[in-house]
């Protein structure tokens, strides 16, 4: 019986601890957004999310629009984590203008030159843990 | 010596930056390493990002756009999904607009679809601040509430195991946004303009969703049914390539097909 009740709590509680780190690293990835609200960029509700071992890689598309700006901002829940995130176009070459990384932080501004689809990749640099949690939201003007 | 300060400053505010820039990138990369599975997480653009780049080449008549009727609810519940997904749409083209009142009544319209659908109370505060927002003509705030309104539903409708009916909100809402950014680039005919309708991984990525669906009444539904073959229809028509000159002929038949989809999803035969 014991048995059975954990193997149906166990998947859901495993979720649920994969969620709230993601919550919280998309807290931090808003807090990496922030700035540029003020230079009137509109914060996308939407995200992405996900959790990563050292050195690992994880890429998300995105659908940019040529005539906009772009920033992607990424921020983790781990302290001491180092992240980082850059923008590739379609060919793989380095799309973006400028980018920063300041520990579990990191961004990085697209000025598309045609419109399509662009991949940010996020790495894990760094981390204290064996998986960090990570989230990316992007701003446009 | 003095001469040479904004020389030293420079130097010292551009070692900062260094310290704090990102670390080094290639400048290419292969992408054929990544999982398809990775990849394949892709966030659909809302209506204003595409909006935005409209009023930035020209002075597109948005209220022209505003439909009368916002369609009816036929008690189907993808049908319900789809139209709420294009009743948001319209709320971005409201905001365009700048028409409060419009802007009122769709936020009222968001939750009695989201009720039809059981996901009323994700979405009630986001209709009171659709509301208040528009009242004040705070129209960046309106806007992410539009957003935040998709995302909410979408979020309650995955929370009660409806994931697949999710997408179809998603798709209703990008099938509107599309039919308005034809409407206004045939119009007034810019390569430019029509460059925007490229969105092959969008597109590449609806049809998976719907090709893969499990529900399988879900699957067989017309409307569904019609979607597919709209996005097969579309698929070659927005180019090959990034960049690639999508002509005018193209618009008008992409606008063609999307008017008439959003006339089967808003009318109550549905």
């Known amino acids: ?141 | 010596m003095t001469k040479n300060i904004p020389l030293i400053l420079a130097a010292i505010c551009l070692g900062a930056f260094h310290s704090e820039s990102a670390l080094s990138a290639p400048e290419s990369i292969d992408l054929s390493k990544f999982p398809a599975a990775e990849v394949d997480n892709v966030v659909v653009p809302v209506p204003s990002e595409v909006f935005s780049v409209l009023d930035k080449l020209g002075t597109p008549n948005w209220r022209a756009e505003l439909r009368s009727s916002l369609g009816k609810n036929s008690g189907n519940r993808a049908q319900v999904a789809l139209l709420l997904g294009t009743v948001i749409a319209e709320g971005f083209i409201a905001v365009e607009a700048e028409d409060s009142e419009k802007v009122k009544d769709i936020g009222k319209e968001v939750l009695v679809l989201a009720e039809a659908i059981n996901v009323r109370k994700a979405v009630i505060a986001r209709s009171k601040s659709i509301t208040e927002k528009a009242e004040a003509k705070n129209w960046r705030s309106v806007r992410t509430e539009f957003d935040g309104a998709l995302q909410d539903v979408r979020a309650a409708m995955e929370e009660l195991g409806d994931d697949e009916l999710a997408q179809l909100v998603s798709i209703g809402g990008w099938l509107r946004g599309t039919q308005v950014l034809t409407s206004i680039v045939s119009k007034n005919y810019s390569a430019d303009g029509a460059e925007l309708l490229y969105q092959p991984q969008l597109l590449d990525y609806f049809t998976k969703r719907l090709d893969g669906l499990k529900n399988t009444r879900l699957g067989k539904d017309e409307l569904v049914v019609k979607i597919r073959k709209t996005l097969a229809g579309i698929r070659p028509l927005i180019g090959k390539d990034d960049g690639a000159k999508i002509p005018a002929e193209n618009v008008d038949r992409i606008n063609k097909m999307t008017s008439e989809v959003i006339a089967a999803i808003t009318s109550k035969e549905a």
């Open chain 1, 1 to 141: 019986m014991l048995k059975k009740t954990l193997s149906v709590l166990l998947p859901a509680l495993l979720l649920a601890t994969a969620y709230a780190y993601v919550n919280d690293a998309l807290s931090f990835a808003h807090e990496a957004a922030n700035p540029y609200v003020k230079k009137g960029f509109s914060v996308r509700e939407d995200a992405w999310g996900g959790d990563l071992g050292v050195k690992d890689q994880q890429a998300v598309t995105a659908q940019l629009f040529k005539g906009n700006e772009y920033w992607f901002c990424l921020g983790t829940e781990v302290k001491n984590a180092v992240v980082t995130l850059h923008i590739y176009d379609s060919q793989g070459k380095l799309a973006e203008t400028e980018s920063w990384q300041k520990g579990r932080l990191a961004g990085a501004l697209v000025v598309p030159q045609k419109t399509g689809t662009y991949y940010a990749i996020i790495t894990v640099d760094k981390s204290p843990q064996e998986r960090t949690g990570w989230a990316v939201v992007y701003a446009y003007k």
